[in-house]
């Protein structure tokens, strides 16, 4: 007989049949059959399935979690509604979380059209901007506890053994689920959320302010590390009076950067200067935009780093023209259909670079939020109710979003 382990604990000892402990009330020792070669670790996801825990519910949870909540549910491309849904039970390795506040990312529109060429689960229940509390967690969960204060983010588990995951490029992991997009996400009250991914906030942090940094903040502060520039240099960021953008201006200028917004409207200027934009150049108004953005450089050479956060292609096909020889134009926005354009000769002789980046990793999420808990940025939002989604996507549509739309679940 073995000795009993501490809590939910798998033997790695037996090959072709594994033991599982549960300590609690239902505690007891099972044998499974494990079709693992010896000495591997297998999946939370094998477990999920097969554990006893899912068949006994041995959990933590706070006392009182109802049966129903509000949520947005896209059932058909294009359409939301609010409705009343059964609360979801979380697995051996996640967490339910009543999610607070919520904020809308264009990726939220992208996923609600359907527009983009990667499976979306329908009915979905949107969101990856997701900040709340903790109330139940699987019996796997070590990271967090009952009432702790977390983010859900896009990245919603991945299976940490890939050759990406390894290298801590989660965000390339062939098997990661998308909240709101593979799984439900953030647009409910509460939120089924894979435990190692979550971002942890410390117990003063303000939830509604902080729900943009889970995606907008992420994503636009990994953007610039890629850009590869440096304190003292320029760069352009396109897009700038958007979500991801009054955000990034901010990191921007906390890297020490000098920022050239590009955006449309004078509204969005005056926001973005505000925010720490040293020059704004309107798409709109602007006759020869590549000419503008070189001479907003001291040299006239243009931005050593372009960060496209716009959901249009058109920024896509003209960064390569100002961007400075040896810069780096790093792609974010994901217009749909949309190329990018590069003429080779210049590519080749100018020494231009062009990536994509894509979210971030759970360092990266550390690192953006230190950011935000220290005071460097702070996202312009506004708070709506969850029932009033569909006006932001209508605002989204025609651009007319400063910065980002936070949502109180609670109206
Ligand atoms: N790569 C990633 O990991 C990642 C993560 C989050 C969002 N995104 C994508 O980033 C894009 C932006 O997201 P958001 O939430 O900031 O959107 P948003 O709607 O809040 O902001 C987009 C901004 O782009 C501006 N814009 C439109 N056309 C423009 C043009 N021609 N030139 C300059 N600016 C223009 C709009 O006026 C708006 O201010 C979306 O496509 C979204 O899906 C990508
Ligand atoms: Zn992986
Ligand atoms: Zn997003």
């Given at each position: 007989?073995?000795?009993s382990?501490?809590?939910?604990?798998v033997?790695?000892?037996?090959?072709?049949?594994?033991?599982v402990?549960?300590?609690?009330?239902l505690?007891?020792?099972?044998h499974?059959?494990?079709?693992?070669?010896?000495?591997r670790?297998?999946?939370?996801?094998?477990?999920?399935?097969?554990?006893?825990?899912t068949?006994?519910?041995?959990?933590?949870?706070?006392?009182?979690?109802?049966?129903?909540?509000w949520a947005?549910?896209?059932?058909k491309?294009g359409?939301?509604?609010?409705?009343?849904i059964?609360?979801?039970?979380p697995?051996?390795d996640?967490?339910l979380?009543?999610i607070?506040?919520?904020?809308v990312?264009?990726t939220?529109?992208?996923?609600?059209?359907?527009?983009?060429?990667?499976?979306?689960?329908t009915?979905?229940?949107?969101?990856?901007?997701?900040?709340?509390v903790?109330?139940?967690?699987g019996e796997?969960v070590t990271?967090?506890?009952?009432?702790?204060?977390?983010?859900?983010?896009?990245?919603m588990?991945?299976?940490?053994?890939?050759?990406?995951c390894?290298?801590?490029?989660e965000?390339?992991?062939p098997?990661?689920?998308?909240?709101?997009?593979?799984?439900?996400?953030t647009?409910q009250?509460?939120c089924?959320a894979?435990a190692?991914?979550?971002?942890?906030?410390?117990?003063?942090?303000?939830l509604s302010a902080?729900?943009?940094?889970?995606?907008?903040?992420?994503?636009?502060?990994?953007?610039?590390?890629?850009?590869d520039?440096r304190?003292?240099?320029?760069?352009?960021?396109?897009?700038?009076?958007?979500?991801?953008?009054?955000i990034?201006?901010?990191?921007?200028?906390?890297?020490g950067?000098?920022?050239?917004?590009?955006?449309?409207g004078?509204?969005?200027?005056?926001?973005c200067k505000?925010?720490?934009?040293?020059?704004?150049i309107?798409?709109?108004?602007?006759k020869?935009?590549?000419?503008?953005v070189?001479?907003a450089?001291?040299?006239?050479?243009?931005p050593q780093?372009?960060?496209?956060?716009?959901?249009?292609?058109?920024?896509?096909?003209?960064?390569?023209?100002?961007?400075?020889?040896h810069?780096?134009?790093v792609?974010?926005?994901m217009?749909?259909?949309a190329?990018v354009?590069?003429?080779?000769?210049?590519?080749v002789?100018?020494?231009?670079?062009?990536?994509?980046?894509y979210?971030?990793?759970?360092?990266?999420?550390?690192?953006?939020?230190?950011?935000?808990?220290?005071?460097?940025?702070?996202?312009p939002?506004?708070?709506?109710?969850?029932?009033?989604?569909?006006?932001?996507?209508?605002?989204?549509?025609?651009?007319r979003?400063?910065?980002r739309?936070?949502?109180?679940?609670?109206k």
């Amino acid at each position: 007989m073995l000795p009993s382990p501490p809590s939910c604990v798998v033997s790695k000892r037996v090959v072709f049949l594994s033991q599982v402990t549960c300590r609690g009330s239902l505690s007891r020792l099972v044998h499974i059959p494990i079709q693992q070669p010896k000495g591997r670790f297998y999946s939370s996801r094998y477990l999920h399935r097969t554990h006893p825990c899912t068949r006994f519910g041995i959990m933590s949870k706070a006392a009182d979690i109802p049966k129903e909540q509000w949520a947005q549910v896209t059932e058909k491309d294009g359409v939301i509604t609010y409705k009343k849904i059964p609360v979801p039970t979380p697995g051996h390795d996640e967490v339910l979380v009543n999610i607070k506040y919520s904020g809308v990312c264009h990726t939220d529109l992208h996923a609600l059209d359907n527009d983009w060429p990667l499976p979306r689960k329908t009915p979905v229940i949107g969101g990856h901007e997701g900040a709340g509390v903790v109330v139940q967690k699987g019996e796997l969960v070590t990271n967090v506890d009952i009432g702790d204060k977390v983010g859900v983010k896009w990245l919603m588990s991945t299976c940490f053994h890939c050759t990406f995951c390894q290298q801590a490029l989660e965000s390339l992991c062939p098997k990661a689920q998308l909240s709101g997009y593979t799984k439900d996400g953030t647009f409910q009250q509460y939120c089924v959320a894979n435990a190692a991914h979550l971002a942890r906030f410390p117990p003063q942090t303000d939830l509604s302010a902080v729900a943009p940094i889970m995606c907008a903040g992420l994503t636009v502060y990994k953007g610039l590390k890629e850009s590869d520039t440096r304190p003292g240099q320029y760069v352009a960021i396109v897009g700038a009076g958007g979500g991801l953008g009054t955000i990034g201006i901010q990191y921007a200028h906390a890297m020490g950067l000098n920022v050239i917004a590009i955006d449309g409207g004078k509204e969005k200027g005056e926001a973005c200067k505000k925010l720490g934009a040293s020059m704004y150049i309107d798409f709109k108004e602007s006759k020869d935009l590549v000419a503008d953005v070189k001479k907003a450089t001291h040299d006239g050479l243009g931005p050593q780093g372009v960060v496209l956060l716009a959901p249009q292609e058109q920024p896509f096909q003209q960064a390569t023209g100002y961007v400075r020889s040896h810069g780096t134009v790093v792609c974010i926005g994901m217009p749909a259909g949309a190329k990018v354009s590069m003429p080779v000769f210049d590519t080749v002789v100018r020494m231009i670079k062009v990536k994509g980046s894509y979210v971030g990793n759970r360092e990266d999420t550390a690192e953006a939020l230190d950011f935000f808990l220290r005071g460097k940025v702070h996202a312009p939002y506004k708070v709506i109710g969850l029932s009033q989604l569909q006006s932001v996507f209508d605002e989204m549509r025609a651009n007319r979003v400063i910065g980002r739309y936070v949502m109180d679940m609670s109206k």
